[in-house]
């Protein structure tokens, strides 16, 4: 398989894109005022311990208090010079009214080093952890623990075995390792290197705790692109592209000091052709806020997005009434098992997932679609979890979330129908203006009012003889002057009372 990556990087943003035999399959997006988080290490104070909910809000300087929970709080081996995690005994209220106690690793005002494990979405702070790691390119280094570990990719079993060697020999008491999936075929020489650098990392680190006063930023994990380079840069990579000369340069620095076998990869992208529409991967990047995937062969899938999770919908299209339907269905079925499972990758689509598959009937067939879902999904780095197609031709599915979903990078809610898709109709909006108009009259006996609304609006009022107006201002005796202001929402009016000489729309429930 062909690996490329390809990078545009311009002022405004920075773009990372993964293909496999010429396939988009990643993208990555970081801008400027959406700085990445995600690895960062803060000193916080904990502002508030929750027990019912088993966790803490952490102030670690940023808009919103990060959230953590009481599972991933561990004690960081006192090498970082904070005290020791205290455990306080505090009083719930339980749901039928009686008291209990529970035990908490932390108390309000405690200061404490945290690691941030999954970024902001929407209105909520960021997920963290205080069981902090350094990721190196080889080597993932561990304060406070003292156990190693092998990336569950390394799957040759004579390479494990000579790995968990090398990490038993250059594993510094106080510390866990875990040995990357890239440090495959590496010498002890090399690994021990990589140690040694994020040692010298970490002491920096230890002094920055020790000096900065809570909340503070004390370590700063990579840019998106060098972690990327970082992450995704193995032997196997054919092409590493960019077209930025500074990015460049950096990226050659890291990659002679780190992995100089990639160093023939590595390519200034020059060309007056904006390099993603060389690699034609811009118009695939236009597909990503799209609803509807179609299929090869026909059928489409439809992603939706809720509150609670993400649904996927099967559609056969112009693809089903030639041959037997079960066979047909299936067909449909396993080639949206592989389209829905780069979609989910290429979007970094997580949390909770449901597919609606088309139905079928033989459960050899139900197993089929599952197994290659399982398949397609062995590719995806983010862990996954995935239940079998019910009777009603459901699959169950998770993905681990880190960030936003692209599609709220690209986009963002619509200020009219506030993300769901649907505004008021006409006859909705002008009889929830009638009912106002009944409540203003009746509460305060006015004879006039001032109402601004949109042009259709405004136009649907006073549309044929015996307009909606007139009959309003003769059932309730009142004198309604019409305004219209085209910027104002179709379902949105603006009321003044003349007697009042304000604005009376909130007061009236319109």
Known sequence: MKKEIIINSGPSETRIAMLEDGELVELFVERPQNERTLGNIYKGVVRKVVPGMQAAFVSIGGESDAFLHFSDVADVG???????????????????GSISTVRAPLRNGQEII?????????????????????????????????????????????????????????RPKGFGLIIRTVAESRTQEELAADLNSLLDQWKVLEKKIREEKAPALVYRDLSMAFSVVRDLCTP?????????????????????????????????????????DHFKIEQKIENIISRRVYLEGGGYIIIDHTEAMVVVDVN???????????????????????????????????????????????ERNRRKVYEDMKKHLRRDRAKTDLAPLSNFGLMEMTRQRLRPALLFTFNEPCP?????????SLETVITKLERWISRFRHATKEPRVLLTVHPEVAKALTAEKKSRLRQLMLKHLIYIKVQEDGELREDEIRAFSYRQKKDVTAEYNL
Do not use: W
């Open 236 to 276: 196997d990579i054919s092409s590493l592209i960019t077209d930025s000369k500074t990015l460049h340069k950096e990226i050659l620095r890291y990659l002679t000091d780190t992995a100089p076998q990639i160093l023939p990869a590595l390519q200034l992208y020059s060309a007056k052709t904006p390099i993603f």
């Open 114 to 170: 945290v690691q941030v494990i999954k970024e902001p979405i929407g209105s909520k702070g960021p997920r963290i952890t205080s069981q902090v790691s350094l990721p190196g390119r080889f080597l993932v280094l561990i304060p406070g623990q003292n156990d190693a570990g092998i990336s569950r990719r390394v799957t040759n079993l004579e390479e494990r075995r000579r790995l968990r060697q090398v990490a038993r020999a250059v």
């Open 78 to 96: 006192r090498t970082d010079g904070m005290a020791s995690t205290p455990i306080v005994e505090m009083e719930v209220t339980n749901p039928d």
């Open 416 to 424: 009219t129908c506030r993300g769901t898709g649907m505004v008021p």
């Open 316 to 362: 056969s299209g112009r693809f089903m009434g030639k041959k037997d339907h079960e066979e047909n269905s299936l067909k449909i079925n396993l080639r949206a098992a592989r389209e829905i499972a780069r979609q989910l990758r290429l979007r970094d689509i997580g949390g909770l997932i449901v597919i609606d598959f088309i139905d079928l009937e033989a």
